[in-house]
């Protein structure tokens, strides 16, 4: 008695699902090429205090307004905590984005272990 297991990849043959694989690495590429150089820029402390990474979580600027100086003044744990708050927003922003967009080429496809596969 022969026993057929069903088709796990929806109807594809190995070949189809193959080009489709190649085409769905070549898009990550060039996608991932175009997150690494996009910036998100948070802010904290009212807009006392803004910081802009890429998307590779690089620091690209930090601007402290004067009055968030005269504010802290005698408090540096406060500024430290706006520039905190600030690049954590920023760089949780730039990794949300980058998840979403590639879970966006990724959908349809069950590979373990690769974002928008479930």
Known sequence: ????????NGGMSQQQMLKKVQ???EDM???QADLDEREYTAEAGG??????????????????????LEECEGDPEMLED?????LNEAIS???KTSEEEM???????NIPGMPGMF
Request: hydrophobic share 45%; glycine share 8%; net charge positive.
């Open 1 to 8: 008695m022969k026993v057929r297991i069903p088709n796990q």
């Open 23 to 25: 085409q769905m690495q």
């Open 29 to 31: 590429a060039t996608l």
């Open 47 to 68: 807009g006392m205090v803004s910081v802009t990474v890429t998307g590779k979580h690089e620091i690209k600027a930090v601007n402290i307004k004067p009055e968030a």
């Open 82 to 86: 706006f520039l905190i708050i600030a």
């Open 93 to 95: 922003n730039a990794a």
């Open 103 to 109: 879970g966006k080429i990724t959908s349809g496809l």
